[in-house]
């Protein structure tokens, strides 16, 4: 073979390994999860803001271990990633399973048995493919001891050999992402996630870092999605360092931003800064408050509302007689993209688009992170 023909042949071939090269590889996730229940249209989402977009959920049957979508989800799940794509052709959509709102014994229970494995995971492989997803993600909250944790490595392992499999029998669609929702450590009440198996079988993690205060676990204030919290190990730093530490590769991580605060009475109007004492949650959506609500309660109370921004932990707060509310807002947004960045994280994402307002904390994230 002449130089020629080898430089043609070299080149023919590069074409034909390309596509089955860069399946699946993801450089950056700047990602948001939709939630049909909020009752924000899918067509609303500013999807140029993202990259990737999660569907958020799908459920799981716990008589025959399928994944399912409920009657009402199942035209606008259908529809989800043409919607999306008509603003942002090139984002990537997944399929959520699960939620706070579904049973963790359920989970463990299909996760105990190889058939009920295979039930679940053949399922959401035809449930991605014929909804036109491109990718599936679990948020299973959470597994509960060192033997479900176990088998949760277990479902990761076989996922990702099913989703290898489909894709090499039918290359013509690209391989589906596989993504899990998980705990803000890599330790869950004491037991350890099977980072292993997660770094095997999972394109990224999703680290909830939030949550960390909120009325009905914590009777006094608190920033419920502090960056750091100096004294305290419970903070989305920790978090991350203890992933770090347990070996999992920083472009597996992907942070959490939360698009809502937790809300709380004020057991003394005049004692409001962090860790105030509090008599129970505010009356403001049940004390968990999207970004839009806040908004809309500083603005309607604007005479009597003070809004601090701590830099030293990375939360934001606000008091109006005995409200209080901690939650994200610009400054916070910000310093946390940053901190992926600083840390070469994979990317963020947020909990979750339809609680935002007018897009000021999607674009917020979108622009601090730059080009």
């Not at 699946?24 to 939630?35: A, D, E, L, P």
């Not at 999605?225 to 992933?243: H, K």
């Not at 008599?279 to 809004?307: H, K, V, W």
């Amino acid at each position: 073979m002449d130089s020629k023909a080898l430089l043609i042949w070299c080149s023919s071939l590069l074409l034909v390994l390309q596509p089955h090269f860069t399946s699946g590889q993801t450089s950056v996730v700047k990602g948001v999860y939709w939630f049909y229940d909020s009752g924000f249209a899918a067509s609303s989402i500013n999807s140029p803001l993202f990259t990737h977009l999660l569907c958020a959920f799908a459920d799981l049957d716990p008589n025959t271990s399928q994944v399912t979508i409920s009657s009402s989800n199942q035209a606008p799940f259908r529809a989800f990633t043409e919607t999306v794509q008509l603003k942002n052709p090139s984002i990537k959509t997944l399929l959520s399973i699960g939620g706070g709102g579904s049973s963790s014994s359920d989970f463990a229970s299909m996760a105990s048995q190889s058939s009920s494995r295979k039930s679940f995971i053949d399922s959401s492989i035809n449930l991605a493919r014929s909804y036109n997803f491109h990718g599936l993600d679990l948020d299973w909250e959470f597994p509960p001891n060192s033997t479900v944790m176990a088998n949760f490595g277990t479902l990761l392992n076989e996922w990702r050999a099913a989703v290898d499999s489909e894709y090499s029998s039918n290359t013509s669609s690209p391989k589906l992402l596989l993504t899990a929702a998980v705990y803000y450590s890599s330790i869950h009440d004491g037991v350890s996630y099977p980072v292993q198996d997660i770094a095997n079988s999972l394109d990224w993690i999703n680290v909830m870092a939030y949550d960390f205060y909120g009325p009905g676990w914590s009777e006094v204030t608190g920033p419920p999605a502090a960056l750091y919290n100096p004294g305290n190990q419970v903070s989305g730093d920790s978090g991350i360092t203890a992933w770090l530490q347990a070996g999992l590769s920083a472009k597996k991580i992907v942070l959490g931003l939360p698009f809502y605060g937790r809300a709380w009475r004020l057991a003394d109007a005049n004692n409001h800064g962090l860790f105030a004492a509090t008599t129970g949650a505010a009356e403001l959506n049940d004390g968990a408050p999207g970004y839009r609500q806040i908004r809309e309660f500083i603005s309607e109370n604007s005479a009597t509302t003070t809004t601090v921004y701590n830099e030293t932990v990375v939360t934001d707060y606000l008091y109006s007689g005995t409200t209080w509310i901690g939650y994200d807002d610009t400054q916070s947004i910000s310093s946390k993209v940053s901190y992926v960045k600083t840390k070469g994280l994979l990317g963020y994402f947020a909990w979750q688009v339809g609680a935002d307002f007018n897009d000021i904390l999607s674009t917020q994230a979108f622009e601090a992170w730059g080009a």
